[in-house]
């Protein structure tokens, strides 16, 4: 009897089947329950993270003037954010630099030198340098400046960077005209945008010129475009003024133009202001002065721009010989020597007026 009582005690004391299974099932669930509540929490936490930097990202930034900033060829986003960040443009250079990675925007900056403007979101400042929008420095070279007057402007802007070639552009090779270009940008090829335009520009004009014009190639149509340039400022007598020359051309006679004789003297440097043409400068050989030379001389003066070259490709149709200042800033044309003789002395009187107006303001 005793055996049979131990029998039922060590049944009793053993769990059942099913309660094994349902203690299993239990301890999965509780794990499964803890794995769920770390996702949850983690999800929670990400999603806190992601709506504080989506509302830094887009909020009004620390900058509280304007500014700009520079970005280098080749920087990274992080080298970017980290400049940002410390130029106090924005205001965490982590979440500028995950939001970058996640828009895409990691591969698109741009170099170049940006405005910011005051309060910019980090979202604001991550489309200017993407938008390739930078600030642009202008270039202006003016009609009857020379190369060498054109070249030392390039040469003295201080937001281009590097060295101009040794040898100069020839002698009217470069465009009159504004060009603008990023900080940065090598002089070297600041200057071949101007000497390509120019190439491009007196191709076209040229292969758009009277025939039978006295002038044999592209050169002789340069430096007598130059010369015209140098003669008048005035737009609407410019053909006038390439048509006498061009007369004087057909007849074999000297083109006679002072700016030719201070060019052939001075150079590219130019005329003092200061100093006026003397009767020995006339007088004086060089390869430039048209008083003492035949036809043209063989480069420009100056540089050309597309109205004097226009006015030599297809320059009025005159018989003047002769043009002298008029005292209006225009000139007087004439046909033969004695009206032309007249018209110098006009303008002789009229010096003499101006400059007894001026002893007597003085």
Known sequence: MSNNADAVAETSQKPSGKKKKRAHQGQIFVFF?????LVLLALIAV??????????????????????????????????ATGLRRGGVISNSTIFEIAGRATGHASQIKAGEYLIEPGSSMKEVMAKIVSGRAIEYAVTIVEGMTVTKAV?????????TGDLPAELPPEGALLADTKSFPRGTDRA?????????????????????????????????????????????????????ASVFINRLRRGMRLQSDPTIIYGIFGGEGKPADRPIYRSDIDTPTDYNTYTIDGLPPTPIAIPGRASLEAVANPA??????????????????????????????????????????????
């Not at 030392?152 to 281009?160: D, G, K, L, T, V």
Request: glycine content about 8%; some cysteine.
């Open 33 to 37: 329950q803890f794995c769920f509540s």
């Open 47 to 80: 999603g806190a993270v992601t709506f504080f930097g989506a509302r830094e990202y887009t909020a009004q930034g620390p900058l509280a003037a304007e500014t700009t900033y520079v970005v280098r060829n080749g920087a990274s986003l992080n080298q970017v």
């Open 152 to 160: 030392e402007r390039i040469a003295s802007n201080a937001a281009f």
């Open 189 to 241: 090829v600041v200057l071949s945008r101007f000497v390509d335009a120019q190439a491009q520009m007196v191709e076209e004009v040229w292969a758009n010129r009277q025939p039978d014009l006295p002038i044999g190639n592209i050169n002789e149509f340069m430096t007598l475009a130059s010369i015209v340039e140098k003669e008048t400022g005035q737009g609407e007598e410019r053909p006038l003024v």
């Open 317 to 362: 149709q005159s018989d003047y010989l002769y043009f002298v200042a008029d005292g209006t800033g225009g000139h007087a044309f004439a046909e033969t020597l004695e009206g032309h003789n007249q018209n110098v002395a006009r303008w002789r009187e009229i010096e003499r007026e101006r400059a007894a107006e001026a002893a007597e303001t003085d």
